[in-house]
């Protein structure tokens, strides 16, 4: 049983925004790394950003470098993905992850993984 659980996938058109939700119990929240993944259909699942455990660094794929924004709220145990300016080529489900270790939430190798959500962008 995932104990990360996103929230905040759906459909939306070429342009647009989502922001997703990543939640999770205190224990697991508390002093980690966390970052979003995604993985399109047929391919392999893919870094998109990551925030270290105390939300001051953020890191970022080239990809979605200054449209995606990652954020925590400490007060509820959630990490956030902001999503601006949306393209097809986003359309993909999202996973978070977190671990003690920033270096291996950015590799992807994370302890703990949500069950992902499903984002698609139309043109």
């Known amino acids: 049983q995932a104990q990360l659980v996103e929230s905040g996938g759906g459909l939306v058109q070429a342009g647009g925004s989502l922001r997703l939700s990543c939640t999770m119990p205190g224990r697991i929240f508390k002093d980690r790394a966390m970052g979003w993944f995604r993985q399109a259909p047929q391919k392999e699942r893919v870094f998109v950003g990551a925030i270290n455990w105390s939300g001051d660094r953020t890191f970022y794929s080239d990809s979605v470098k200054g449209r995606f924004t990652i954020s925590k709220n400490f007060g509820e145990n959630t990490v956030y993905l902001q999503m601006n300016s949306l393209k097809p080529e986003d359309t993909a489900v999202y996973y978070c992850?977190?671990?003690?270790?920033?270096?291996?939430?950015?590799?992807?190798?994370?302890?703990?993984w949500g069950q992902g959500t499903q984002v698609t962008v139309s043109s």
């Open positions: 992850a977190a671990d003690n270790s920033l270096p291996e939430v950015r590799r992807g190798t994370a302890y703990y």
